[in-house]
């Protein structure tokens, strides 16, 4: 029951100032820096530098998608260029353009068919707010209606914001664990600036 | 190398020859444009419009080969204006190299025109998307249903009584969270 | 009607006892589909028996965004049309509304802007032979293209400040003059330009696997292009005579362009009589070196004066004179607050340009106010998509990338 009680708990909480730190707190933060070590170092380590990203390329956004692949700003040098675009396969889903309502719900499904652990980027104006689109036809914001990790402003972001973007995601990642479905929503608490 | 509708007033003259009971009505598209270089627009009832289309298309003088683009302005609120819809067909003939605009006006309720697909092949999605943005049928089309917006989508959203922003319809979606995908 | 689009030697199968049809959703997310559109496929085995097209996936209200923002700031909006040569899809507007103003813009300004067209054309262009090879598995190919567009992002950006998106045109002339050293890295690219089409080529011309993957793939009849309304090379490759810039000559494509007697830019237009995937290939290439000689030709005589009109209260005034000048003040407020602006005569004007996929036009519809009536685009990806259903039918599904790249179809041009 006690181990039950244990892997139920999750990430461990930080101590809260004027609470006497319990004897299972202990117990539970030198097990648990040690697993996290282990997973910081390896597993997070390993995924943050091979995300395999699923080029959601509608529009413009798209282009400069294409262009951070290409030869002069060069995603590989970030383990990301396995450009997989089956959501089974892959784990970092670009929202690079903006999205149409006839093609939301497409985007939404892409999404729920994707494998956790998954992160979504909505790169650009149209993706984050709508844009200069502000018409019937699009959706002002994907974060509306799906879930979104990292925020990456331009019209079109230029290359270099797509990979700041994405270096975020790798901060994200490494603070990630594997965490019981009820923990995960909570937030990161984590604000991600300029490195 | 020729200017733009430098042969275009002889067109209206054939056409004037061939339909004498078609009042045309050309005129520069815009109004105080003159000289050889203006672009010329007629005026085609929607009854007669096939007819005329079909032979701007085949008679050796006119030669219209290509429609170039179909399309329709909403002027409900255009001062000056008699009719709210004109369907607007730009046509040209790569034979002698000149453009003529032909404008077909209709009114509400149930402003129908009939379909030139019969005439060119290319109008058949043009017509599709005049139908979606207005709602004007066409009569006729092999296949008329809406082409770019989506399905349950029942308004025409270019007529000119549709707000820019919508009605609320970019709004009307299922939330996906990060606990239910 | 199928048996036109067939290669030779191939022939359908009947769907007899053992035949059967299948139905495959293709799209609208898809590798080869160059970002958003489905096609439901009705297939026997490989072959495709017929094809359904469906877009507006990515149909975001242009034409509804044209009738509340006035003629400068619709650029804006244009620029996001055929973004892989944005620069083309101002040119053009503005070519409309300067049609539909009356007015001409200066030498300077139709020199920079059929400069900044050509370059336009030679981006496309890369990017739809990189991705030709891409499409196909050569991805070495798609790295070439992208890196000499890189160049020309570079270039763009060196002019208007910024590399996709430049919004740099505006009613009567452009919105900054050119940088005095932008000739000098226009040459500059010129002279690696060359190099980066003989690499592509090298890569894919007289490859064998390329040819035998576009020879013979989804033939166009001429008749069927014109009577389609494809413009631009689709219907040069199918044989279709027709180039704007030599029909219906504008900027500097026509003879006194700068009113004192020099001459139209010399270049030659391909055509050919093939028709099919291999011959639009062969098309852009040649394309892109006849766009390198026309920037030559004006790179060195870029007429001086002004760059935007001056005889109308068309331009934004100089910030200098908005901020020293009363009058200057005042030019500047009449342009831009809302119940001011443009004030265009009443009427309609079509205007076109030969853009790198065919005649893009614009028909504006005025009332006299600052924003157009209607603003409706003539956009070549959408009469050249309809096409697409006929050309593939017959041929096998790996078919479809090589096609559906070769009519360069953009969605957003497509679907607006």
Known sequence: MELNRIASMGDPQPPVPGQPAGTDDVLLTRLDRLVEAIRRHTVNWSRKNSLWPLPFATACCGIELMATGASRFDIARFGAEAMRFSPRQSDLLIVAGRVAIKMMPILQRLYVQMCEPKWVISMGACACTGGVFDAYATVQGIDQFMPVDVYVPGCPPRPETLLEGVMAIQRIVERDGVRPSAARGQGLRIVVGPA | MKAWGSSTSSVVQVLRDRFPEIDFAPGA?????????????????????????????????????????????DYLNFP???????????????????????????????????????????????????????????????????????????AHPLRKDYPVTGRGERERFARVTRETA | MTATHTRPGMQLVPEGPGGERWILNYGPQHPATHTVFRMVLELDGERIVSSVTHVGYLHSGFEKLGEVLDY???????????????????????????????IEPTPRCKAIRTICAELARIQDHLLNVGVAGLDLGGFTAFLYGFNAREAIYDLFEQLSGSRFHTSYTRVGGVSMD???????????????????????????????????????????????????????????ASGVRRDLRKDEPYLCYADNWDGRGSPAVDFKVPVSRLGDVYARYLIRLEEMRQSAHIIEQLIDNIPPGPVDVTDEKLPLPDKRE?????????????????????????????????????????????????????????????????????????????????????????AAELDR
């Not at chain 2, 203006?38 to 050796?60: H, K, S, Y």
């Not at chain 3, 996001?80 to 049609?99: F, L, Q």
């Not at chain 3, 853009?355 to 003539?378: F, I, K, W």
């Open chain 3, 178 to 236: 050119m940088p005095d050293g932008w000739p000098a890295n226009v040459k500059r690219f010129l002279r690696e330009l060359p190099r980066a089409l003989d690499d592509v080529e090298a890569l894919l011309t007289k490859n064998r696997i390329f040819i035998e993957r576009t020879r013979g793939i989804g033939y166009l009849s001429p008749e069927d292009a014109v009577a389609w309304g494809v413009t631009g090379p689709v219907a040069r």
């Open chain 2, 80 to 154: 000056g204006a008699r009719d709210r819809y004109g369907v607007i067909y730009s046509l040209l003939s790569i034979t002698w190299n000149h453009r003529l605009w032909v404008k077909c006006f209709v009114n509400d309720p149930d402003p129908c025109v009939p379909s030139v697909c019969g005439v060119w092949k290319g109008a058949e999605w043009p017509e599709r998307e005049v139908y979606d943005m207005f709602g004007i049928r066409f009569e006729g089309h092999p296949d008329l249903r809406r082409i770019l917006t989506w399905e349950g989508f029942d």
């Open chain 2, 29 to 73: 598209l815009r109004p105080d444009e003159a000289g050889p270089a203006a672009q010329i627009g007629v005026r085609v009832p929607a009854d007669r419009l096939v007819e005329v289309m079909r032979f701007l298309r085949d008679d050796p003088r006119t030669r219209f080969e290509q429609l170039v683009d179909l399309t329709c302005v």
């Open chain 3, 322 to 410: 908005v901020f020293f000048s009363i009058e200057g003040l005042i030019h500047h407020f009449e342009r831009i607050m809302t119940n001011r602006g443009f004030r265009p005569p009443v009427g309609e004007a079509y205007g076109a340009n030969e853009t790198a996929n065919g005649e893009l036009g614009y028909y504006v519809v005025s009332d006299g106010g600052r924003c157009p009536y209607r603003a409706r685009t003539r956009p070549p990806s959408f009469f050249q998509y309809q096409v697409f259903d006929r050309i593939v039918v017959g041929h096998q599904i790996s078919d479809i990338p090589p096609i559906l790249n070769s009519l360069n179809i953009i």
């Open chain 3, 72 to 102: 400068d700031q619709y650029v804006v909006i244009v620029d996001r049309m055929n973004y892989v040569s944005p620069i083309a899809n101002g040119i053009a507007w503005h070519t409309a509304c300067e049609r539909l103003f009356g």
